[in-house]
Nanobody, 123 residues
Framework: QVQLVESGGGLVQPGSSLRLSCAAS????????MGWFRQAPGKEREFVAA????????YHRDFQKGRFTISRDNAKNTVYLQMDSLKPDDTAVYYC????????????????WGQGTQVTVSS
């Protein structure tokens, strides 16, 4: 079955960086657009970033202000989220998702979800 496994989260100080990874298996990775979402306690899950199947096109939410960068390595079946200058408001569980297109990742439906990795930004 399809599995998306996130890693790289943790507890960090404001202003620090993290690189999240999502390793995919059980699917033809190059056929899927990949994305990252996050969900803070008491809030709805929200879109963070997405990347097309070829990696040629990327989309990032404006609230990131250039701090986050999504990338993928199709040879490794892995998508990454580089997060710099982290803020307390970035605290959330970050989820990896796979969908047929970037548009569908942003709007839904998404075909596959990972279990999430916790990112906590606290002074």
């Amino acid at each position: 079955q399809v599995q998306l496994v996130e890693s790289g989260g943790g507890l960090v100080q404001p202003g620090s960086s993290l690189r999240l990874s999502c390793a995919a298996s059980g699917l033809t990775f190059i056929n899927y657009a990949m994305g990252w979402f996050r969900q803070a306690p008491g809030k709805e899950r929200e879109f963070v970033a997405a990347i097309s199947w070829s990696g040629a096109r990327t989309y990032h939410r404006d609230f990131q202000k250039g701090r986050f960068t999504i990338s993928r390595d199709n040879a490794k079946n892995t998508v990454y989220l580089q997060m710099d200058s982290l803020k307390p408001d970035d605290t959330a569980v970050y989820y990896c998702a796979a969908g047929r297109t970037v548009m569908l990742l942003i709007t839904g439906p998404r075909e596959h979800w990972g279990q999430g990795t916790q990112v906590t930004v606290s002074s």
